[in-house]
């Protein structure tokens, strides 16, 4: 499989990209590959089109399938394994943010959760913990503004972002109108 030079440089850029989010080189690379591709791909494509071998394509491809980026489908008369990514922006956006928040916030409530249990034997400690309370606080609250965006529509999601700023205003609004009904 050859790369044309546009798609050649839209991999070499997920490459990059991928060792800033914590996946390495090869494995952002072998995603761009499938993002980009009009087919699913076997593994043998993906070590040419990246001339990368075909253990590393194995190991990324089965770390995009934990982060469940990529799923493996099969062709009628051929018993290799192909892969694909979703093919809905949304639905990748959701699946990356389920992730991240599975791998990087949970855990950091649940120790936040278990800092604040333990008593404080100093004012140090009493001072440390009213910060991790403050942080606790914000995450949580965070957490649950995901909660309620992933339950939006892909459509009312897609509003409510190209909205951006403009959302403050309708806050502003709502806030006006309650303060009018209370005089």
Same mark, same amino acid.
């Not at 922006?89 to 992730?99: H, M, N, Q, S």
């Not at 001072?127 to 914000?138: D, P, S, T, V």
């Not at 939006?152 to 959302?167: D, F, H, I, N, W």
């Given at each position: ?84 990514? =979703? ?6 956006? $959701?699946?990356? !943010?389920?992730?991240? %928040?599975?791998? +990087?916030?949970?855990?950091? /409530? ?43 529509? =892909? ?6 972002? $190209?909205?951006? !700023?403009?959302?403050? %205003?309708?806050? +502003?609004?709502?806030?006006? /109108? ?6």
């Amino acid at each position: 499989m050859n790369l044309s030079p546009l798609a050649e440089r839209f991999v070499l850029h997920f490459g990059e990209m991928g060792s800033r989010w914590g996946v390495n080189r090869t494995v952002g690379q072998i995603y761009a590959v499938l993002f980009i591709a009009p087919s699913p791909l076997n593994a043998d494509d993906i070590v040419d089109a990246l001339g990368v071998s075909r253990s590393n394509v194995s190991m990324g491809l089965k770390e995009l399938q934990s982060w469940r980026l990529v799923r493996m489908v099969h062709q009628a008369g051929d018993r290799r394994d192909y892969f694909e990514t =979703p093919k809905d922006v949304w639905e990748i956006f $959701r699946t990356l !943010a389920e992730e991240k %928040r599975k791998r +990087e916030i949970e855990p950091t /409530l649940s120790f936040l959760r278990d800092a604040l249990m333990d008593a404080p034997g100093d004012d140090a400690e009493r001072h440390a913990q009213e910060k991790m309370r403050q942080m606790h606080e914000l995450i949580d609250l965070a957490n649950g503004w995901f909660d309620d965006i992933h339950e939006l529509s =892909p459509q009312t999601l897609e509003s409510l972002m $190209r909205m951006g !700023a403009k959302v403050s %205003r309708v806050l +502003e609004f709502a806030n006006q /109108l309650r303060g009018v009904g209370r005089e």
